[in-house]
């Protein structure tokens, strides 16, 4: 397969003709017109005084010059994308810990990012998409003259830093994750490889642009395997038979919330997935429940293939592979890019069998958080990145996911998985997604709760569900408090967020 060590070189072996980027209900952009705009777009950065290194803050809604400008930018300095759902407050964190050279907006575009931008006198430029062009066409446009000699100019190297993310933060302080380009390529390419993706292939992206996911595993994946990504607005399940229809997708990814949103729609539009050309089912950035990968299996009527992934490691490190080799419900499969392993607290790896944390090492993981000794010093070990997951590789390789470190709930010095306790409650015919997380306890430290969202029309109580658990687990495992709710809160990305769900849910005192 062809290697690149940058995405200068990821995007140039695409056929010239051949599409790129797309969107639903409007024209695709070549592979020809994606290295001319990323061509322009480096040489526009380069007279606005920002080259290789500078930091640009991308706060754009999810589309096609989301896309565009995540390659068109990490050609020539390194993107920082924003959740344009972000506060003021949020913006100012940011910003200021990214120590942003540029903010980039979409012309027009009410954000309170302009006015803390304004604060801190970060200029604005205005990304103004060409309407009459293909998607993803764009110009920049600064709020402001802005003119200047950067340090460094022209195409970035393998070892530039591409893209700058936030850990998401839960428990501490969102940490600088620095991707070099030779990070985020090979991790395009072990996707590639891992799916079998070719020329051929086209990826209808429903995942937030903002987030690791959709920009490796959908977009740069696709490029390069000399593909085509289609962007949407976004995720939305009353949209998403519509625009397969007209896209035909030969695959798409996304998290386990979005493959059940769209499972509860798929009986509505049967005809449309017969006619379909889909190949496969990506899932990724949290576990799927064995229920929900049968499901998807049966109604679209094509592998479904869970990978596990993370930002410090340029999203994934294991996956299930492609049929004929096997696949297996609540595995994450096989390393597919990086070493992969189990070491315990000591630091010393572990044979095939033994319950420790999942460490990596490989092309594809970060070199260290940003001005962050103290973190590097937990996060590696002999030249391995610890998870902070918990799992089990068995004698074939392939990773079984207990859960992360810091979710396994200690109740009076019993150490339990929630993951456990979510597979068995899906197995109850009423039950539609569940998650299961801690509450503090007065003796017991913690304690066992779970939130539940039913099928539609099903009802069941919470005694028959603890009745359900304690035939099938310990009675330590059984959770003591079930909480019935029409949607579980998410976050930005869609996935189920255990950690702080019980504050969230008034279970916290």
């Known amino acids: 397969m062809y290697r ?6 990821l995007i140039e072996h695409g056929h010239e003709g051949d599409l790129a980027i ?23 950065l380069n007279a606005l005084g920002i080259g290789r290194g500078e930091r640009v803050a991308l706060v754009l809604p999810n589309g096609p010059e989301m896309a565009t400008a995540f390659v068109s930018f990490a050609c020539g300095a390194t993107t920082a994308p924003l959740n344009p759902a972000y506060r003021a407050e949020e913006f100012e964190f940011y910003l200021s810990d990214l120590n942003a050279r540029a903010l980039v907006i979409l012309e027009g575009m009410e954000s309170p990012a302009r ?19 293909p998607a993803g066409l764009f110009t920049l446009k600064p709020e402001r003259p802005l003119s200047g000699t950067p340090a460094r100019a022209g195409f970035a190297e393998a070892e530039d830093v591409a893209l700058v993310l936030h850990t998401s933060g839960t428990t501490a302080r969102p940490k600088i994750v620095p991707l070099r380009h030779v990070n985020v390529t090979a991790s395009a390419f072990h996707i ?22 959709g920009l490796i595993a959908a977009v740069l994946a696709s490029l390069a395997a000399g593909g085509q990504v289609v962007c949407t607005p976004g995720f ?4 998403f038979f519509s625009w397969a229809e007209e896209v035909r997708p030969t695959w798409y990814t996304a998290v386990p ?16 997935i017969r006619a379909g050309r889909l190949r496969l089912i990506r899932s990724s950035s949290a576990s799927l ?17 869970e990978s596990y992934g993370m930002t410090e490691a340029s999203h994934q490190m294991a996956s299930n592979p492609l049929p004929p080799r096997p696949r297996y419900a609540g595995s994450v499969g096989v390393a597919a890019g990086p070493e992969v392993a189990i070491m315990d607290e000591a630091g010393n790896l572990l044979p095939p069998g033994s319950l420790g944390e999942v460490v990596i090492r490989g092309r594809n993981v970060m070199a260290g958080y940003e001005n962050n000794p103290e973190a590097n010093a937990k996060a590696f070990s002999q030249g391995w990145f610890r998870t902070g997951d918990q799992g089990v590789l068995d004698e074939a390789g392939y990773l079984r996911l207990t859960g992360r470190l810091k979710e396994i709930i200690n109740r009076g010095g019993e150490k339990i998985s929630p993951l456990e306790i979510d597979t068995v409650l899906m197995d109850h015919p009423a039950v539609q997604q569940v998650v299961t997380f801690a509450m503090p306890h007065p ?4 304690e066992i709760a779970a939130a539940v969202v039913l099928r539609e029309g099903a009802s069941v109580g919470e005694r028959e569900l603890q009745d359900f658990v304690s035939a099938r687990l310990a009675d330590f495992k059984v959770p003591r408090k079930i909480l019935f709710l029409p949607e579980i809160p998410k976050g930005a990305t869609g996935k189920l967020q255990r950690i702080g769900l019980a504050a969230r849910l008034g279970l916290s005192s």
């Open 115 to 133: 006015a803390v931008a304004a604060a801190r006198g970060i200029p604005v430029i205005e990304l103004v998409p060409e309407a009459s062009g």
């Open 236 to 239: 939305n399940a009353l949209k």
């Open 257 to 272: 919330t979005m493959h059940q949103a769209i499972l509860s729609r798929a009986s509505r539009n049967t005809e449309s």
């Open 192 to 213: 590639g490889q891992t799916l079998e993706l070719r020329r051929e292939d086209v990826c209808l992206n429903i995942m937030p642009l903002f987030h690791i996911h």
């Open 22 to 44: 797309g969107a639903p209900g409007r024209p695709g952009l070549s592979y020809g017109g994606l290295r001319e705009l990323a061509r322009r777009t480096v040489a526009a």
């Open 289 to 305: 429940p064995p229920q929900v990968m049968e499901e998807l299996e049966q109604v679209f009527g094509v592998p479904v293939i």
């Open 4 to 9: 690149a060590d940058t995405v200068v070189g």
């Open 443 to 446: 003796k017991l430290g913690e």
